[in-house]
């Protein structure tokens, strides 16, 4: 029997780049930090965007990612989208964050679901949900952690 080479089918890499992003080394410690940081990104968006920031084992911003675009009202998140980009970047944690373009941060049943949903789904995969913040454009904004959610 003769053997065969294998090929690899696919390679995933990581590239760095020179430069830092304006986020490099910005490290969040509260439920605020992350809402400064993912407001300034998102909260003007006229629909909702879940914004994934991908963190290192001191809780520094490693990456963000814009993991969904929804609808004016609503947004369809598969776990697998939000967690490749965490895998890719070697995440240790994350902390969701999408914003609510009506201005009131209040979740939604499915803003609950969701983040359980990831919870369940970082668990497995050993990177921790730290948050979901929800963010608004007139500056407020929910913790779903403070709120007893995660």
């Known amino acids: 029997m003769e053997l065969m080479s294998i090929f690899e089918v696919v ?4 590239e760095i780049k020179e430069s830092p992003e304006p986020f490099a080394q910005y490290a969040i410690r509260s439920p605020e930090d992350a809402q400064k ?3 300034s ?3 003007d968006e006229d629909r909702e965007v879940l914004l ?3 963190l290192n084992t001191k809780n520094q911003v490693v990456g963000l990612h814009r993991a969904h675009v929804g609808s004016l009202n609503a947004s ?5 989208e939000v967690m490749k980009c965490a895998i890719l970047n ?5 902390i969701i964050s999408h914003q609510h373009p009506s201005g009131d941060p209040t979740p939604s049943r499915e ?3 969701i983040t359980k949903r990831l919870a369940e789904a970082g668990r497995i995969l050993g990177i921790e949900v730290l948050d979901h913040v929800i963010v608004t454009h007139t500056g407020k904004h929910v913790s779903l952690k ?3 959610y995660l």
Do not use: F
């Not at 369809?76 to 697998?80: A, E, G, Q």
């Not at 070697?90 to 994350?94: C, D, G, L």
């Open 52 to 54: 994934v920031m991908m």
């Open 41 to 43: 990104y998102i909260a």
């Open 111 to 113: 803003d609950i679901d």
């Open 11 to 14: 390679r995933i890499k990581q």
């Open 76 to 80: 369809i998140v598969h776990p697998r």
């Open 90 to 94: 070697n995440a240790a944690s994350i």
């Open 37 to 39: 940081l993912a407001a």
């Open 146 to 148: 403070e709120k007893g």
